[in-house]
């Protein structure tokens, strides 16, 4: 008996110590990827880029995850029915030059994060423009100010990125303490934080998704007509507005009017991250954070549009 106890204690030592080793070894290969454009969506990356969860960070992300089944995709797919649902939902504008995304990525490797980033954005052009609509994509970086309280603090620009993500859900956490933690510590906290806000109201789980379905729906909804009313717009105060043809000659003089429209609209967007882009010394990217960049951006779309106007 007490070879047989012997036995199973070493087996369990040796099951604990694989459980570790591995789970050292699986939080060593996850990635972060956020997603922000007024709804706030984290993707939690396996190392084989398949998605482990998608996290609504704030109010605009839970509408836009209730029925979305992200958990298992390929990031590139998850991405992809991501953007879908932000067009459909009007957070995309069809028929804005206003649109801008900020991605950043978090990974222990400096080579995979540029790696997620680039993918990120390739991905999300890729796919923005196929549904005929544009987009200012904006990698994220850290400011100056947020590089030197890393180097004080003695940790990593991605653990301060973390921090940062914390603390703008929970402003009870200190920098100071929380660089005491790990990289995946923070990003627990992270997940626990989003998932106690929830559990803390008072509707039911069911319930809740049920009124995130019918908000979703009222989003949508909206954003059609909005959108219908447009079209109708842009064709009674074209040149081309007659009472008399027919629908289909109708329908082909507005979808030439939407072409046109856009084809203005895609060019507005290169203007303005061209002009970003030169007046951040060709590197704002990395050395500018988002409410800079957002901030720049609209500042030279009202100086663009005064410009045109006179």
């Known amino acids: 008996m007490k070879v047989i106890r012997c036995i199973s204690a070493i087996v369990i030592i040796l099951v604990i110590i694989a459980f570790t080793i591995y789970a050292f070894y699986y939080n060593k290969n996850i990635n972060y990827v956020t997603i922000d454009i007024n709804p706030s969506v984290e993707f939690v990356l396996r190392k084989d880029d398949k998605v482990l969860n998608a996290i609504a960070l704030n109010e ?118 929380l660089s005491k933690k790990t990289l995946f510590e923070i990003q627990k906290m992270i997940n626990k934080t989003v ?23 009222k989003i949508i909804q909206d954003f059609q007509i909005k959108c219908n009313q447009h079209r109708e717009d842009l064709y009674l105060n074209s040149q081309f507005y007659n009472e008399e043809i027919t629908n289909e000659e109708k329908q082909a003089i507005l979808n030439s009017l939407i072409n046109g429209e856009k084809d203005q609209i895609k060019l507005k967007i290169k203007e303005y991250s061209d002009r970003l882009i030169e007046q951040n010394n060709n590197n704002f ?13 609209e500042q030279i779309r009202n100086e663009l549009k005064r410009s045109n106007n006179n």
């Open 60 to 177: 605009d992300a839970n509408f836009l995850l209730v029925d979305l089944d992200l958990n298992g995709m390929q990031y590139k797919e998850a991405l992809k029915t991501l953007v879908e649902a932000l067009i459909l939902m009007g957070y995309i504008d069809e028929f804005s030059d206003e649109n801008s995304v900020l991605v950043t990525a978090y990974s222990n490797k400096d080579s995979n994060n540029s790696r997620l980033t680039d993918l990120t954005i390739s991905t999300l052009k890729e796919h923005i423009e196929y549904k005929e609509a544009y987009c200012l994509l904006v990698a994220n970086g850290l400011t100056e100010t947020q590089k030197t309280e890393a180097r004080m603090l003695n940790i990593s620009n991605e653990k301060m990125l973390f921090i940062e993500r914390l603390i703008n859900l929970d402003d009870s956490y200190t920098k100071n303490n």
């Open 195 to 217: 998932k106690d806000r929830e559990n803390n109201k008072s509707t039911s789980n069911s319930i809740r998704d049920g009124i995130w379905r019918i908000g979703k729906a």
């Open 285 to 297: 990217v990395e050395e500018k954070n988002y409410a800079v960049i957002k901030n720049n951006y």
